[in-house]
């Protein structure tokens, strides 16, 4: 089963709350999901402490590094997507991870010091292709953009010509700025337990989400390039 790997080196660019808006997207399709939590804070179990975690998904501490082969393993055989959330630096168990991997995914800002930062992604996830003899699809995710492209701004706009000008591959859809993304966290359980009364333009993040998920399910189907 396809096992999707989010890593970044640097923190804050929205790496766990990608992971945990794709799982639980796949979850609502009735997918049985397993999310592997291999960042050290833990940030995944915290979440699913909280409750509301939907029955079909299933989150796994990876507490000890020199298992995470064993753990994404295991996972794959009961689960139909297995995602795994690393920590924020490159790593033995970041290549591990990788290398049992079918797609990798690089939450990005729309700065030129994230996408400095990212660079150094990109070049793990090119390394862990070659240590496999094949290549290891991957992808740069835009995340906490504004709403609106109209409102993106020249910073973000040079980031993306710069990531196509270098043949790496943008989805399609960005994840923007959203308070329900961030009251998942807060609040536990999914996109579909909140209420407009909870956070503002939840429809918009719901749909936001969807067609986020939708995409990696494409780029899964039809392959990325390496």
Known sequence: MPVITMLSPKGGVGKTTTALILGTELAATGKRVVMVDADP??????????????ENMEVVQEIDE???IGTIDAARKRAEFVIVDLEGKASARATSALMMSNLALIPIQGSE??????ARAFKVV???GTARQRPLPFAAVLTRTPASARLWTRDLKAVVSNLEHAGIMVTGTALAERGAFRGLF?????LADMTEADVGSLEQARLNATAFANDILSLLAEGVPA
């Open 66 to 68: 020199d298992e995470i």
């Open 113 to 118: 010091l994230d996408a400095h930062e990212a």
């Open 41 to 54: 804070n833990f940030p995944l179990a915290r979440w699913a402490n909280k409750g509301g975690r939907p």
């Open 126 to 128: 090119r390394n862990a």
């Open 186 to 190: 807060s609040m536990g359980g999914t």
